[in-house]
Nanobody, 125 residues
Framework: MQVEEFGGGLVQAGGSLTLSCSASGRAFALSAVAWFRQAPGKEREFVAGITYTGGYTNYSDSVEGRFTISRDSEWERNTVYLQMTSLKSEDEADYYC?????????????????WGQGTQVTVSS
């Protein structure tokens, strides 16, 4: 499974940005997917996760109410989105999409088997 992220860039504080994560094949469509982020010198941390049905989502406290994770219903190339609003300087990081076969979302980075290359989000003040 080759996971790819898109959509990073430079945004002003208070602005919005949407990241995308996709992979070809039904395996990804049947995977729980989560977004993580990693700032320089820090560990990779959980941001948001979604089950393969899209029926359950989970967010870290730091983004709850500002970020929204969703996914479309395409089987052959499923896409998971992370809509980020009211961005703050502390949201600046490399964002990674992780996928795991199975129905559950975990906050532990070790529970994810497939990763994209990451996309950088820069927030200017």
């Amino acid at each position: 499974m080759q996971v790819e992220e898109f959509g990073g860039g430079l945004v002003q504080a208070g602005g919005s940005l949407t990241l995308s994560c996709s992979a070809s094949g039904r395996a990804f469509a049947l995977s729980a997917v989560a977004w993580f982020r990693q700032a320089p010198g820090k560990e990779r941390e959980f941001v948001a996760g979604i089950t393969y049905t899209g029926g359950y989502t989970n967010y870290s406290d730091s983004v709850e109410g500002r970020f929204t994770i969703s996914r479309d219903s395409e089987w052959e190339r499923n896409t998971v989105y992370l809509q980020m609003t009211s961005l703050k300087s502390e949201d600046e990081a490399d964002y990674y999409c992780g996928a795991r076969t199975g129905t559950l979302v975990y906050r532990n980075v070790k529970m994810y088997d497939y990763w994209g290359q990451g996309t950088q989000v820069t927030v200017s003040s």
